[in-house]
T-cell receptor
């Protein structure tokens, strides 16, 4: 089955700096890669996703890149703000979405 | 707005008790999932269901069972709770993956403590 690895497990940046979180996956059949943000005490919420037919997707300060050949994808947050502090999870699944597997999470802390 | 609700936010049970965790979604989604979330381990899939009365084991099904009698409701059952089942349990739902609708939507979670 799919195995998703996520790095780093913790990340601390100064406000205004960029943050990058990387994930690798094992199943070449995976074609959907969402990223979730989980604030303390709250449910995970989708922030951005990418499909295997594109290499990059951007939404304001957040971008995701995908390298299918190398089987890795990354989340980039620019101009970080304290409210970006949360745990971020990457995930990978195939078309039918029944096999989504999550990374272990990255705790991002943005220092004012 | 998709709404996924779970019956309890916090639950305290004793070892050996039978525990029921309920999840309800209001978007007519075919797929429903149960995860447990532990520090450093991320979200691990316990069971999922792709239709009424259908279920599939996830990565860590031991000690758990599930029930899906109606499309909107997916129950997680701990037949005999043990202390190593103390965890945060998250339910999620999603439509069958077609186009831009693959996203899983999560409930608020149930923090279960087994004493």
């Amino acid at each position: 089955g799919e195995n998703v690895e996520q790095h780093p497990s913790t990340l601390s940046v100064q406000e205004g700096d960029s943050a990058v979180i990387k994930c690798t996956y094992s199943d070449s059949a995976s074609n959907y890669f969402p990223w979730y943000k989980q604030e303390l005490g709250k449910r995970p919420q989708l922030i951005i996703d990418i499909r295997s037919n594109v290499g990059e997707k951007k939404d304001q300060r957040i971008a995701v890149t995908l390298n299918k050949t190398a089987k890795h994808f990354s989340l980039h947050i620019t101009e970080t703000q304290p409210e970006d502090s949360a745990v971020y999870f990457c995930a990978a699944s195939t078309y039918n979405n029944n096999d989504m597997r999550f990374g272990a999470g990255t705790r991002l802390t943005v220092k004012p | 707005d998709v709404k996924v609700t779970q019956s309890s936010r916090y639950l305290v049970k004793r070892t050996g008790e039978k525990v029921f965790l309920e999840c309800v979604q209001d978007m007519d989604h075919e797929n429903m999932f149960w995860y447990r979330q532990d520090p450093g381990l991320g979200l691990r899939l316990i069971y999922f269901s792709y239709d009424v009365k259908m279920k599939e084991k996830g990565d860590i099904p031991e000690g758990y069972s599930v029930s899906r009698e109606k499309k909107e409701r997916f129950s997680l059952i701990l037949e005999s709770a043990s202390t190593n089942q103390t965890s945060m349990y998250l339910c999620a739902s999603s439509p069958t993956g077609q186009g831009d609708t693959d996203t899983q939507y999560f409930g608020p979670g149930t923090r279960l403590t087994v004493l």
